[in-house]
T-cell receptor, first 114, second 115 residues
């Protein structure tokens, strides 16, 4: 039972353009969602999060959008830079039941081409 | 401030053997969790320790066990290794007591290969 799904295993974008990474979830108990970035041979690092009561959170070049009715979130990176090339994981979490621990998607490999 | 450190970084075992992986949490963090990341998958929650007690467990069999020590460092033990246990094992810490926002601080991981 995949509670968090990232259906695109890879995405290539030209430098300077927008990158849009998508994520779908099924668990209605998630209170918050996060995006993590992972470079090879490194652990995942936190990028940005959003509470389930918000529909948008912005931090510099990174914006996360949440559509609760569709159980869908997306990460927008504008403008994309070659250093953004990494695997991006979305995750959901909460304070009760099955949401108490982070559940991760399978990741999307983003490649930003110079 | 020292981040999360894990050891060993790589190891190879054979089926049926036992393995112990170690983790030092980030300074000031008393909550440690372990994740298994199989190839091409996202991290999957194994269990969490808070103040030396397990307070959450994912869908992993009992041969996956852990410990947390008074200095908040932690161990993951896996008995009777199977080929499917081959994965990257990630340790993550966060400060306990504060509201859980989901932000975790991960180590670089221990890459386990079971032959």
């Amino acid at each position: 039972d995949q509670q968090v799904k990232q259906n695109s295993p890879s995405l290539s974008v030209q430098e300077g353009r927008i990158s849009i990474l998508n994520c779908d979830y099924t668990n209605s108990m998630f209170d918050y969602f996060l995006w993590y970035k992972k470079y090879p041979a490194e652990g995942p690092t936190f990028l940005i999060s959003i509470s389930s009561i918000k529909d948008k959170n912005e931090d510099g070049r990174f914006t996360v959008f949440l559509n609760k009715s569709a159980k869908h979130l997306s990460l927008h990176i504008v403008p994309s830079q070659p250093g953004d090339s990494a695997v991006y994981f979305c995750a959901g979490g909460g304070s009760s039941g099955s949401a108490r621990q982070l559940t991760f998607g399978s990741g999307t490999q983003l490649t930003v081409l110079p | 401030e020292t981040g999360v450190t894990q050891s060993p970084t790589h190891l190879i075992k054979t089926r049926g053997q036992q393995v112990t992986l170690r983790c030092s949490s980030q300074s000031g963090h008393n909550t440690v969790s372990w994740y298994q990341q199989a190839l091409g998958q996202g991290p999957q929650f194994i269990f969490q320790y808070y103040r030396e007690e397990e307070n959450g467990r994912g869908n992993f069999p009992p041969r996956f066990s852990g410990l947390q020590f008074p200095n908040y460092s932690s161990e993951l033990n896996v008995n009777a290794l199977e080929l499917d246990d081959s994965a990257l094992y990630l340790c993550a810490s966060r400060p306990g007591g504060a509201p859980n926002t989901g932000e975790l601080f991960f180590g670089e991981g221990s890459r386990l290969t079971v032959l």
